[in-house]
């Protein structure tokens, strides 16, 4: 084996390795979390139970999240009532940012808040944002890094699968 073989090689298990741990959490259950929500109230991962449900991490310093989330409460709007939940988790050390974008943002689902990071740290999130779907079943199907346009179609192609299981 010469030396740019063995360059590539290595090169190749380096990226399989990294691809292979950022979709650690596909098909395992998702791990289960309760946050203090916009609305005041305490939300729990596990109440969904039997729907499909989205959970976005996101930050208001983040450029991504902001141009997704508006996307994302369509795809909320629009599923909803057949058993689409979005649960949207900030990650701020001040909840007040994040008020203030989701009123300007006009976004409806709820969003909760992840201070002191613990939620992220469970979902191995490490940038913004990271979309996790999770199945009625409680498995996570689908972990999305970043967001670039068109993105969503991908997003309603998985939920409109997920709902149809």
Same mark, same amino acid.
């Given at each position: 084996m010469n030396i740019k073989t063995s360059i590539f090689a290595v090169v190749v298990c380096v990226f399989a390795a990294s %691809?292979?741990?950022s979709s650690g959490l596909e098909g395992q259950p998702a791990p289960d979390f309760a &946050?203090?929500? %916009?609305?005041?109230?305490? =939300? !729990? =991962?596990?109440?969904? !139970?039997?729907?499909?449900?989205?959970?976005?991490?996101?930050?208001t310093w983040c450029g991504p999240c902001r141009q997704e989330m508006p996307l994302l409460d369509e795809l909320y709007t629009r599923y909803s009532r057949v058993g689409f939940n979005l649960l949207g988790v900030n990650i701020d050390d001040d909840s007040r940012r994040a008020m203030k974008m989701i009123d300007e943002l006009g976004v409806s689902f709820p969003v909760?808040?992840?201070?002191?990071?613990?939620?992220s740290k469970l979902y191995e999130v490490e940038a913004m944002?990271?979309?996790v779907l999770v199945d009625r079943e409680g498995r996570v199907r689908y972990v999305h890094h970043g967001y670039k346009p068109g993105y969503e179609?991908?997003? &309603?192609?998985q939920i409109r699968s997920l709902l149809r299981e």
């Open positions: %691809s292979l741990a &946050l203090k929500s %916009s609305s005041g109230a305490n =939300l !729990r =991962l596990s109440e969904y !139970r039997g729907d499909v449900v989205m959970i976005n991490f996101w930050a909760l808040f992840d201070a002191r990071k613990e939620v944002p990271v979309t179609e991908k997003y &309603l192609d």
